[in-house]
């Protein structure tokens, strides 16, 4: 009898597979925790990129607004200038995006590779052979590919709120732009022939934004349902870190520059 209360006491000693399970539960509140708040960021971070949006439309279309003194803070720029502006809060609002479906995922245990086909590059090859210069840059992103393709797996838990048609019609375009504008303010690194060239050229009049993040997050909204639905712990440790953060004191929703990312 005394030796049952001893067990059944919350001091008793516990096995590793309690002390296992224990992790988990501890690990998955966490992480749900975090993906609340990146969505939150994620959010803020559209309304951002609204603003941005328009403001380079109407420097666009009115390069005389900056004389109006309507912004505080920039002056002498540019039309083109301003475009890229925008294209760049793009690509951060793209980094976060990643980052934040790259921990739903995770959650579920599925982990997104970055890997590509192996192929020995060394320095000297890569400065004299364009080739190999093309396949190691194609390489980086195969992540991205890899991402989207998880969210059309059946079998994935977060497919019905991300893999339907009209929210992956909107990721593929998010991508797309993505990867035309990483390297907006350099010479593009990856046009190899016109075509990639010309698909470059897209008019900000016609990007359609406001309906491409308003569906995204509506996605991800549902994502995060999905997420704390889930009561046990995630099947598989780890996942392809996305843009973490090495500062113990920096917040989970810290972003480094994504001008440095490929």
């Known amino acids: 009898m005394q030796a049952r209360s001893l067990q059944a ?9 309690q002390n296992a399970a224990i992790t988990r539960e501890q690990r998955l509140k966490e992480d749900k925790d975090k993906a609340r708040r990146l969505l939150a960021r994620l959010q803020w971070k559209a309304e951002s990129l609204a603003v941005s949006y328009t403001r380079a439309l109407e420097i666009s279309h009115n390069p005389n607004v900056l ?4 912004y505080i ?9 301003a475009e890229n502006m925008f294209k760049v809060d793009f690509f951060e609002f793209y980094t976060l995006l990643e980052r934040y479906l790259t921990l739903c995922l995770s959650i579920f245990g599925i982990t997104i590779s ?8 060394n320095a000297l090859r890569l400065i ?3 080739e190999a210069m093309k396949h190691k840059l194609q390489s980086t992103h195969q992540f991205h590919a890899n991402l989207l393709d998880a969210l059309d797996d059946p079998t994935n ?8 048609q009209d929210i992956r019609i909107q990721l593929g375009l998010a991508k797309d732009y993505r990867n035309r504008w ?3 303010d350099e010479k593009s690194r990856d046009a190899w022939d016109e075509e990639d060239e010309r698909k470059k050229l897209v008019r900000l009049e016609d990007l359609g934004l406001g309906d491409m993040v308003r569906v995204i997050l509506v996605g991800c909204e549902q994502a995060l349902g999905i997420v704390f639905d889930k009561t046990e712990g995630r099947a598989a440790n780890g ?8 500062m113990d004191d920096a917040p989970l929703e810290y972003m480094g520059d994504a001008m440095e990312l490929d």
């Open 9 to 17: 006491s919350r001091y008793a000693p516990r096995t590793p597979a």
């Open 128 to 130: 004299t052979n364009p």
């Open 67 to 70: 004389s109006e003194g309507r």
């Open 182 to 184: 990483k390297d907006v």
């Open 114 to 121: 970055g890997t590509a086909p192996p192929m020995n590059i």
């Open 73 to 81: 803070f920039i002056n002498n720029v540019t039309a083109e200038h």
């Open 157 to 164: 838990p977060l497919q019905p709120a991300l893999g339907h």
């Open 239 to 246: 996942y392809g870190d996305f843009g973490v953060i090495e």
